[in-house]
């Protein structure tokens, strides 16, 4: 089983639905990541969390919200999907150091927003 | 804002060649690494390089960090097929804790 997982894999939804999705990780790690691609720009991060208690804005975090349900579940809603939300979503993990060690992605989720 | 630029921005070789791709980089860091993705999967760890070390290698890898250039550059060597991906570099900034900063990408056509 893989060890960083996102559900669902693919999503198309309409202007101003509401969206979650979501990640789970057996990899033990304390912290995780919201991260979305867009062709040409790379990864940027939305949202991450170094402990169940812990949410911090990433670079791009207008129009997103997370909860972090457990040490194990960390999940990204749109409360308003809108088109320029379409975009490759990844959701990674990472353990706990002074400084950021590797992390691990998850297979991430293709929303379509119309 | 991006951290790291990787250059070229594409890449295009034949089996059997190196493959060397660059990224610069704006502020002082504490680690830079390097990831693969393969056409719309996640993201693959790769090798990390600390802001003290000079050079690091790994199986056909091979990276080397210049802090006073703020620069690095991985080197595939023997580049085979299955190396086609896109390699991003991520920049784990001084400044900036918590924040790994990736870059746009290489995208590298390993052709058989």
């Known amino acids: 089983d893989a060890d960083v997982t996102q559900t669902p894999r693919n999503r198309i939804t309409k202007t101003g639905k509401r969206i979650m999705l979501e990640c789970s990780q057996t990899?033990?790690?304390?912290?995780m990541y919201w991260y979305r691609q867009d062709p040409g720009l790379g990864l940027r991060l939305i949202y991450y969390?170094?402990?169940?208690?812990?949410?911090n804005k990433g670079e791009i975090s207008d129009g997103y919200s997370v909860s972090r349900q457990a040490q194990a579940k960390f999940s990204l809603s749109l409360e308003s999907a809108i088109p320029n939300q379409t975009a490759l979503y990844f959701c990674?993990?990472?353990?706990?150091?002074?400084?950021?060690?590797?992390?691990?992605f998850g297979p991430g989720t293709r929303l379509t927003v119309l | 804002s991006q951290q790291g630029e990787e250059d070229p921005q594409a890449l295009s070789i034949q089996e059997g060649e190196n493959a060397t791709m660059n990224c610069s980089y704006k502020?002082?860091?504490?680690?830079l690494q390097w990831y693969r993705q393969n056409s719309g999967r996640g993201l693959v760890h790769l090798i990390l390089?600390?802001?003290?070390?000079r050079e690091k290698h790994s199986g056909r890898l091979r990276v080397t960090l210049d802090t006073s250039k703020k620069s690095s550059s991985l080197l595939i060597t023997a580049s085979r097929a299955a190396d086609t991906a896109s390699y991003f570099c991520?920049?784990?900034?001084?400044?900036?804790?918590?924040?790994?900063?990736f870059g746009a990408g290489t995208q590298v056509v390993v052709t058989p």
């Open positions: 990674a993990t990472s353990e706990t150091g002074t400084y950021l060690n590797e992390q691990f």
């Open positions: 990899k033990g790690h304390d912290r």
């Open positions: 969390s170094f402990d169940v208690k812990d949410i």
């Open positions: 502020t002082s860091i504490n680690n």
């Open positions: 390089i600390r802001s003290n070390e």
């Open positions: 991520a920049t784990d900034p001084s400044d900036s804790w918590g924040k790994l900063q």
